[in-house]
């Protein structure tokens, strides 16, 4: 049986109006989000990853982005074409967002009970402030602060940062959404806390049931906690597939220079890493052709020429390069 797509990005296109002109931060962007499961989206930064999650929020910078195509199907309803009354019943209740920076995502001037019971005013205003109070609590328990009774008095500054960042998953879930996009959850966070974090998403969406875009540049973060993944490249897709399919079969030359740069146990001590020669494109310089083409050890003249389009390699599994033999893919593991 066919699992049941909640959230359909179609064809995306997002232009930014800079002094210097106007730039394609994201374009032709296609994916799918199933019920209960977990989307990675990885890339290096300025790859569009979090201006993507933001269209999807329609939280943009207004005027100097736009969207200039494409849908966004939320249980079959555009997003992009809901006027703004109906999309305050979606925002923060059905879809919800925990932004990047834990140390600037709460407000400094208010206390953490205000600024969660805002939530629930917002949304649930029938109830009294004392079930608001009691919902607050509950919520700040349930990621696993500890005497939540005595930080819900507190104010961001008097919190660590790993403390801040289980207020913003409390805040995100707590209208119980159908959706949370985690952008970098673990920014500015150390390693043991980025691991109790990644935790606390992965635990509290196997329990709710709802679905997850998580945003990383970590390919690590991906495999331990995500389903699926697309990999981004210059404001295109690149390859998208099931997590284990990914790893253990890449198709493009993109993804396998991502791979074959994590360091491995299995390897050699003290061998040079590979890394992928060159930069990433500017926005205000894009190439005619293939962006990774510059970048590509395997590149050719047609990939200089023209945009290469998506290759079906398997089930659930593309990859846009002119290379990828699809014929013969997948008879040998990359890794």
Known sequence: MDEKIILDVQGLIVDFHTELGVVRAVDQVDFQLKKGKILGIAGESGCGKSVTALSIMRLLPKPVSRIVQGRALFNGRDIFKLPVSDLHHIRG????????????????????????????????????????????????EKVGIPDPDKVIKKYPHQLSGGMRQRVIIAMSLACEPDILIADEPTTALDVTVQAQILDLIKSLQRKSGMSVILITHDLGVIAQNCDDVVVMYAGRIAEKAEVKILFQHPGHPYTKGLLTSIPSLAKKPKTILPTIRGNVPSLLDMPTGCRFASRCPLVEDICKKIIPREQRLGPNHTAACHLVDTKNFGKSDFI
């Open 93 to 140: 209740k059905k879809i919800s967002m925990i932004f990047q920076e834990p140390m600037t995502a709460l407000n400094p001037v208010h206390g953490i009970g205000k600024q969660i019971i805002e939530i629930y005013k917002l949304h649930f205003p029938e109830l009294s402030f004392n079930e608001m109070n009691k919902a607050a609590v509950k919520m700040l």
